[in-house]
């Protein structure tokens, strides 16, 4: 069975905090992804990785970066957290070709005060 | 604009009925299409996926079509459970090569009573 593991599932910070989210994938998969999701909305697409230290911005990477040192970690680093990102942050990864499953971590559940 | 239109947002269906959710997109071009099913508090999990060239796919209860002329899919559940009482959310990419640009809609909240 893939995993995909995150490091938290809540957590709450202040404003301003910088703050680490972590992603663990155990089956080898080239392409990591980080993904928040709010109510009403579709997931969006912060940032992508599809190899060791390589990434893409996706649709909302402000205010975030990432990194991927190893293979199975892929990171997620908010420089100085603000309310408006507040929300549930999602880690997946996938294989290399399209018809691959998509396997998501159970999500952090990131509050910002 | 959201590329990747549901409906309906929300619908309560009583166990052992029938219910059919919708897709609509305008995603262009167009590889393929997939099925998640999220539980509350939990990732999504992966019902389905169709190419272009297919119009049916099944997963057990789950059936989901696919019609890429018109750009509408459905995903139909067959028997409900109360298991099935989830967010179910419907992607699509527009090339083989594009992980990074899947298009997600905002998800269907099915809740099937006793």
Redesign the interface.
Known sequence: DVKVTQSSRYLVKRTGEKVFLECVQDMDHENMFWYRQDPGLGLRLIYFSYDVKMKEKGDIPEGYSVSREKKERFSLILESASTNQTSMYLCASTGTTWADTQYFGPGTRLTVL | K?Q?EQSPQSLIILEGKNCTLQCNYTVSPF??L?WYKQDT??????LT?MTFSENTKSNGRYTATLDADTKQSSLHITASQLSDSASY?CVV?PT??S??K??????TQVVVTP
């Open positions: 959201n990747v590889s393929n997939r508090g939990r990732g999504p999990v992966s996926i959310i990419s083989t090569d992980w990074g899947l298009q997600f809609g905002a998800g």
